[in-house]
């Protein structure tokens, strides 16, 4: 596995993270808290997004106008059954979502559910580090590169793994101060 290659997939993670933290709640409206919830149309399993338009009129309300009417009770429940907290109010046309403020132990919460994503980022940077590891130890046993080269490579991709570790923390503070501001 070449280092550009190990570079590329531990930046994919980081901004995975980065993503998974977008759809943890603040306090303030925001369209990709609803970015994980899936909608049964048609039989199919399908992103809230690609079914209608979602906006944000001020910062405590989330409107969702789907693109056809008869899908408004599918993503009603769908609200109602995921776990992002929020109860959803349908007047026919649209769904509106009122974000009401964070109690403390919500924020607590949240924080934690911050910590745990930020982690299973840094385990698939661990994992990539892993990957990059092995795959410079069977090209040094198979001959392809010498074994300062294969040392060499060993401590590249451990700096880089450090790197997007320290990247994730970063992420993870702020999100942490996010969440904790009033």
């Not at 907290?85 to 964070?102: A, E, S």
């Not at 911050?114 to 299973?120: G, H, N, R, S, V």
């Amino acid at each position: 596995m070449k280092l550009a290659e190990t570079e590329s997939r531990m930046q994919k993670a980081v901004e995975a993270t980065q993503r998974s933290f977008n759809t943890i709640r603040t306090g303030r409206a925001n369209p990709s808290l609803l970015d994980r919830i899936m909608i049964e149309y048609y039989g199919t399993q399908t992103p809230l997004r690609s079914l209608a338009n979602i906006s944000t009129p001020d910062a405590s309300t989330i409107t969702i106008q789907p693109f056809d009417p008869g899908s408004l009770t599918a993503i009603e429940k769908a609200i109602s059954l995921s776990d992002v907290g929020l109860v959803p109010n349908n007047d026919g046309t649209v769904v509106r979502l009122n974000i009401p403020p964070l109690t403390e132990e919500r924020r607590k919460e949240f924080v934690k559910m911050a910590a745990k994503l930020a982690e299973e980022g840094k385990v698939s940077i661990r994992n990539i580090r892993r990957d990059g590891i092995d795959g410079t130890r069977k090209a040094e046993k198979a001959s392809e590169i010498s074994e300062d080269e294969s040392k060499d490579l060993q401590d590249q991709i451990q700096s880089l793994t450090d790197k997007y570790t320290a990247q994730v923390d970063e992420l993870l503070a702020a999100k942490e101060q996010e969440i904790t501001t009033v």
